[in-house]
């Protein structure tokens, strides 16, 4: 899964999948710009939204936990629904 935007003025492409990381790639070098782990099973799906002036990656996995990514910042925003 992957989907694009802009982060602190780059264009970026991100991705997850089996491995359970959401990697941010800057698409004129094709680096890795980042990785974050924190989901337990397959990354399924996953969208990019500008929230005000932040970049926002949302990651999903098939039992429906959802993580919201401040692409920006590099932290974890929510993870709607979980406790700790």
Known sequence: ???GME??????VVSGGADQVLRVWDTET???RAAYGGHADPI???GCT???ARSIA???RSDGVL???DLAAG??????GVRA
Request: charged content about 15%.
């Open 1 to 3: 899964m992957n989907d």
């Open 7 to 12: 982060v602190e003025g780059r264009t970026v």
């Open 30 to 32: 094709g680096e890795l």
């Open 44 to 46: 399924l799906t996953v």
């Open 50 to 52: 500008q929230v005000g």
């Open 58 to 60: 949302v990651t999903g």
């Open 67 to 69: 993580r919201f990514w």
């Open 75 to 80: 932290t974890l925003l929510a993870t709607p």
